[in-house]
């Protein structure tokens, strides 16, 4: 495994590769890993021949006040974590050459990224993007893998890639969970146990959500949304950002629940850790 921390680097060796006619598969991701990070790494082995990770804490997708400064960062257990997995290159880019001083162009998504965590974090996506979009200049994916963990994120970066034409194939993972049902999160270490319980209470209001609707029959977007406000009030570090049933390609709220295409989505901080998950109906 290769590491390389040199965007022009980066990108001269990816176009090479291309050259001599390999598969790129590519996974970005902000470092942490965890086995959900992994499971994207192997979504996309079957399709390519030639593995490259990201490891990039994203400045602009971080608003003001936000948990830049003190994300998690454990460059070395990473890069350990890649080599098991059988990554062929960790690209791991200084901020001062992912972004120019004077960098002034950046790419906005202006439908479905405006909702949900676009009400509560209205820069986000456009950090995202842009990021990404940099990203796939620099790594030149053919094939590039997403966790459904991020919702929102996965279909801004879906219409990003039709509407500005990239040449790649989007494949999306599913949600890779702790034991007890916790959505894996790097941001999960900044839980203090009496925390995590509360956490935990997202993933039980998700289950309750999908019995409403799978077991009893409910289609009532209001009754479900209650039941899932109702477990999280039991959280007493638990303070909800928002709970919505939209549809999965849009984004939209829906007005009723469609198995197949209806998603729930749920976001909350316990104490100062913004927390989210969702399930699709
Ligand atoms: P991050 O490092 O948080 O930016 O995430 C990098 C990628 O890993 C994104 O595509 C996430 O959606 C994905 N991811 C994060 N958590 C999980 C999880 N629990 N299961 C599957 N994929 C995940």
């Not at 022009?8 to 598969?25: F, P, Y």
């Not at 950090?127 to 940099?134: D, I, L, N, R, S």
């Not at 039980?204 to 477990?231: I, P, W």
């Not at 209806?262 to 399930?279: C, E, K, P």
Request: one cysteine or more; hydrophobic letters at 40%.
């Amino acid at each position: 495994m290769k590491v390389i921390t040199s965007v022009v680097e980066m990108q001269t060796r990816a176009l090479a590769l291309r050259k001599e006619g390999r598969v790129i598969g590519f996974v970005p991701t902000m470092g942490s890993l965890h086995r959900g990070h992994l499971s994207l790494v192997d979504l996309v082995k079957d399709k390519c021949d030639t593995r490259i990770v990201s490891i990039y804490v994203n400045p602009t997708q971080f608003g003001a006040g936000e948990d830049f400064e003190k994300y998690p960062r454990d460059l070395d257990r990473d890069l350990e974590m890649c080599r098991e997995r059988g990554v062929d290159f960790v690209f791991t880019p200084p901020s001062a050459e992912v972004y120019e001083e004077d960098a002034s162009t950046y790419v906005v998504e202006e439908k479905v990224g405006k909702g949900l965590c676009g009400n509560t974090r209205p820069t986000h996506f456009r950090g995202v993007a842009t990021v990404c979009a940099k990203l796939f200049n620099l790594c030149q994916p053919h094939v590039v893998a997403l966790g459904q963990k991020d919702a929102q994120q996965v279909v801004v970066l879906k219409r990003m890639i039709r509407d500005l034409h990239f040449p790649i194939e989007l494949l999306v993972g599913p949600i890779l969970r702790e034991e007890d049902g916790l959505a894996m999160s790097s941001r999960n270490v900044y839980l203090e146990p009496r925390q995590r319980e509360d956490a935990l209470l997202i993933y039980k209001a998700l289950l309750a959500a999908k019995s409403l609707v799978e077991e009893k029959g409910s289609r009532n977007v209001d009754r479900v949304k209650a039941e899932v406000q109702n477990t999280l009030r039991g959280g007493r570090y638990l303070r909800v950002n928002y709970v919505e049933i939209v549809d999965r390609d849009t984004m939209r709220p829906e007005t009723e629940i469609v198995p197949g295409r209806s998603l729930l989505a749920v976001a909350a901080w316990v104490d100062q850790v913004r927390l989210i998950d969702n399930f699709s109906f």
